[in-house]
């Protein structure tokens, strides 16, 4: 994916993009005030781009090319660049960038003719009669709006408006690109102070830009002609680093040899060249990597026929040389974003340095050179392709840009707009999501799932409630990783954003602009509901006569257990049965009331359950004996029986009482826990659930809502341990709540 260095230096130019040095600015000069051609024969100075466009497009119709050169030349006529030269070599030189990459005729026309609106007589609606809508639309797609019109915001409306143009035809901002490019290279002439305002722009959006279109051919030159602009002394470090390494043996190409000679052994026909990293690339790496090698300067690539063939030459690589398996990376079967595709390794040679090697077909490489702009027109007729009214099915139209203009249009002021599009073009890397209903999801990296719920259902996500991540609950401020699996979970009724709306904690895990712009938007509109989605779900006092317990059933679940249980034998009678030396006795929980039959190894012990694990049958259960001739019994996986177990306590043979064992019956005693959405009526809901499996409700407890999640605590009577399991599933049934679990068991989704 990396491409050579600009040349800027000796060593740096790229083969596959020529550079409009200063010989061919002064061809193109003589040529242009030589005039225009007869009918019917090219131009001199658009012989070449013709030449070079014939090389990927073999048919093309070059009389339009002639045309529109025509039309520029006459325009620009007597307008001069900065430079000294006629202006007319600008559109020239844009036009063969274009060519180079692979772009069709319709790109190159609009792209001579790209500033003649802006700058010349010339009018749109000539533009459109002579070349057609399709040339139209990009010209004005690319064409500047005044400043006096628009003054201080003419720039970042511009883009607005070049971004809307781009989100219907990409070729908009292949030509925007291309445009930047050359005005950059040709920068020099301007004041420093310009120079670096220009740079800074490039940098933090026409770059990202060329990033997330693929063209990389752009992409790298640009990074590499701002780095010498806004970093000068790093960048003729990196000169200088380069220029020490130019006249020294390259391991890079005794490498590319020992590569060759294995695959052509193996019977594999592959082209394998040496990529000379370029200038930005370079400097990254030896900030990581500290001092540089000969291998560090530049990558191997392997072109091969088909995909077939890239797993056929990373198998052999793998084989005959030692492989760096942390490197690899497999962006065919998963393409990156931006279209890109390639196999990603290192391997060790016969001398031990590590060399990178990208694996890809032809067809992937130009692609990965020139993004969008190799896959041609995306508008010529396809069959079976539909487009929805009003626009042209665009099969190039990738998902971040279908984000970033459903936020712009929701953006009218031009500095949130400006502010707001630089930081969504910051995040450089994207991750795929995958949907519970079999789609895919496309975000930014590091996006959080309340990202996710605005790119999926725009302002509708208001009554987003929770989430499922790879099947488990998450909180939304859970941060995706590439490959998640994720379930968005609604309100009932979306319509209810009074009760189910978002709260400013969202925007400290919203990372997109469009989640942003959509909760700030929707808090403006419900200033009181801001507060209200912060407190606690109230209780009811007449609601099944439920009353408040939380700070003294936490003070019993989480303190000693055997102050709990000398406490508990306080005031109790428990009858006993004697059967062999063995106690059989309802237990208590020290309100004189029996819990469940329960046979004990300790004649004469009063048993008790102990409220931090309220075991029930069939529990398996552990028994320790306490002050006042009790013995409480915990499940065995209560974390108090480790405490005890650790400071020597010996535990008392108990188990649960059958009828042979003349078990006394009676109720069973049990703490759980319902983790839920925060909604009205809960509270309602959960304790008729309950009442209608015949539990009792001794003490409920409410949390304060946390992100829309609530904890509610149920200390509850049972006439029939039985009834347990079928009572937990109807308490999970209750729509809102998402688990049930009993007190001791950690909780998965645990505030």
Known sequence: ??????????????????????????????????????????????????????????????????????????????????????????????TLILAELGAETTTLTASLLHDTVEDTEVTLDQVGEEFGEEVRFLVDGVTKLEKVDYGAAAEPETFRKMLVATGNDVRVMSIKLADRLH??????????????????????????????????????????????ILHPEEYARTRELLLAHAGRPDPLAQAAEDVRGVLHEAGITAEVLVRPRHFVSVHRVGLKRGELTGTDLGRLLVLVADDADCYAVLGELHTCFTPVISEFKDFIAVPKFNLYQSLHTAVAGRDGEVTEVLIRTHQMHRVAEAGVI???????????????????????????????????????????????????????????????????????????????????????????????????????????????????????????????????????????????????????????????????????????????????????GQDGHETQDAQATRGSQASQASHGGQTVAPASTGAGRPEAGIVVDLPGATVRLARCC????????????????????????????????????????????????????????????????SRPHLLADLTEAIAAEGAEVVAAAVEPPREQRVRHTYTLQLPDAGRLPTLMRAMRNVPGVYDVTREGRSMAAAH
């Not at 990033?211 to 701002?226: I, M, Y």
């Not at 004996?625 to 065995?636: I, L, Q, S």
């Not at 006394?664 to 049990?670: C, E, I, L, N, T």
Request: net charge negative; hydrophobic share 35%.
């Open 374 to 556: 190799a896959l041609g027109n995306p508008y010529a007729p396809t069959e079976g392709v539909d487009a929805p009214e009003g626009e042209r099915a665009d099969p190039t139209r990738p998902g971040w840009l279908s984000r970033l203009l459903d936020w712009q249009s929701a953006t009218p002021d031009p500095d949130i707009f400006w502010t707001s599009l630089r930081d969504d073009l910051a995040q450089d890397r994207e991750i795929t999501v995958f949907r519970s209903d079999g789609g895919t999801l496309g975000l930014p990296a590091g996006a959080s799932c309340v990202d996710a719920a605005y790119a999926l259902y725009g302002d509708d996500a208001h009554s987003c409630i929770g989430a499922r991540v790879n099947g488990r609950i998450a909180t939304l401020s859970t941060v995706l990783r590439d490959g998640d699996t994720l379930q968005l979970l609604m309100a009932s009724d979306s319509r209810d954003t009074a009760s189910h709306g978002p709260s400013p904690e969202w925007l400290d895990h919203a990372r997109t602009p469009a989640a942003r712009i959509a909760i700030n938007r929707w808090l403006a509109a419900h200033p009181a509901s801001q507060h209200e989605l912060r407190e606690p779900a109230e209780a009811p006092e007449s609601a099944s006569g439920l009353t408040d317990r939380d700070g003294q059933d936490r003070q019993d």
């Open 614 to 677: 309220t075991p029930v049958p069939p529990d398996a259960i552990t028994g320790f004996a306490v002050r006042g001739g009790a013995v409480t019994v915990h499940r065995e996986r209560c974390p108090g029986v480790a405490r005890m177990t650790s400071t020597g306590r010996t535990a008392v043979g108990v188990r649960w009482a059958d009828e042979d064992d003349g078990d006394g019956g009676g109720d069973y005693r049990v703490t759980l826990f319902a983790e839920a959405f």
């Open 1 to 94: 994916m990396s491409a050579e260095a600009t040349d800027q230096a000796p060593f740096g130019r790229r083969r596959g993009l020529p550079r409009i040095d200063l010989r061919n600015l002064r061809r193109f000069s003589r040529a242009a005030l030589l005039g225009s051609a007869s009918r019917g024969r090219l131009p001199d100075a658009i012989e070449h781009v013709a030449k070079v466009h014939r090389v990927h497009h073999p048919g093309a119709d070059l009389d339009v090319l002639r045309k529109a050169y025509v039309l520029a030349e006459s325009s620009h006529r007597g307008q001069m660049r900065k430079s000294g030269e006629p202006y007319i070599t600008h559109p020239l030189a844009v």
């Open 183 to 228: 005005n950059m290279r040709t920068l020099g002439v301007m004041r420093p102070e310009k120079q670096a305002r220009i740079a800074k722009v490039t940098r933090d959006v026409l770059i990202p830009l060329a990033e997330r279109l693929g063209v990389q051919a752009l992409k790298t030159e640009l990074e590499d002609l701002v780095f010498a």
